[in-house]
C-alpha cells in the first residue's frame, strides 16, 4: 500500500480534527468553485487549535482566499507546502493559476489570522520554482521559511517535519 505524506497525519488523528477536503476540478481548478466548496466546511471546524496544511495550487488558494477574505475562526498554525506565488518563472506548461491569481500584497493579511505560518519549499521542486517560496516569505519575515533539497513537489510518502512542527 502506497502512501503520501497526507496519510502521516493519522497518527495524531487522536488529538487533532482532520478534514481533507476534496477540491472540486483539480485538472480545471475554478477559484470561484473551491471558494463555495471550502466555506461549506466552515461549521465543521474547530475553534481551538486549527491547523491549515496546503499544498501547491492550495496553498495559492488559501493564501489568496485568507488574504482577500479572512477567515471566521483563528487559525493556530498554517502550513503551506510548494505554494505558488504567480506564474513567473514556470514552465510555459505548468503556467495555470487563473482566477488564483492574487496581489501580493494580501500576503500581509495572513498575519491577522494565523498564530504561526510556516513556508515549506524543495530547491528542487520542478513545478513550483523554489523563488516562490522566497517571494511569499518576503511579505511574511516572521513565518517560519523550511527549505528542503530533496522532496521534488512533495511527492513523497512522508514529511516528519510537518508533524513535529504541528505537535511542537
Not at 491569481?101 to 524543495?122: D, G, P, T, V, W
Request: charged content about 25%.
Amino acid at each position: 500500500e502506497s502512501k503520501e505524506w497526507k496519510d502521516w497525519f493519522e497518527p495524531i488523528s487522536w488529538a487533532y480534527q482532520i478534514i481533507r477536503p476534496e477540491m472540486p476540478n483539480k485538472n480545471m481548478a475554478s477559484y470561484a468553485a473551491w471558494k463555495i466548496w471550502f466555506e461549506k466546511i466552515f461549521p465543521y471546524l474547530n475553534d481551538e487549535k486549527l491547523v491549515l496544511v496546503w499544498h501547491s495550487l492550495g496553498a495559492m488558494f488559501l493564501i489568496k482566499y485568507i488574504g482577500e477574505c479572512g477567515f471566521p475562526k483563528k487559525i493556530s498554525q498554517l502550513h503551506l507546502i510548494s505554494a505558488v506565488f504567480d506564474e513567473s518563472d514556470m514552465d510555459e506548461d505548468e503556467k495555470y493559476t487563473g482566477d488564483f491569481a492574487y496581489n501580493a500584497e494580501i500576503i500581509k493579511n495572513l498575519e491577522k489570522y494565523c498564530e504561526q505560518i510556516f513556508i515549506y519549499h524543495s530547491t528542487d521542486d520542478d513545478i513550483v520554482p523554489y523563488s516562490h517560496a522566497q517571494k511569499i516569505s518576503n511579505y511574511l519575515p516572521w513565518a517560519t521559511f523550511v527549505t528542503f533539497h530533496n522532496k521534488w513537489h512533495f511527492l513523497v510518502s512522508e514529511i516528519p517535519e510537518i508533524l513535529k512542527n504541528i505537535l511542537n
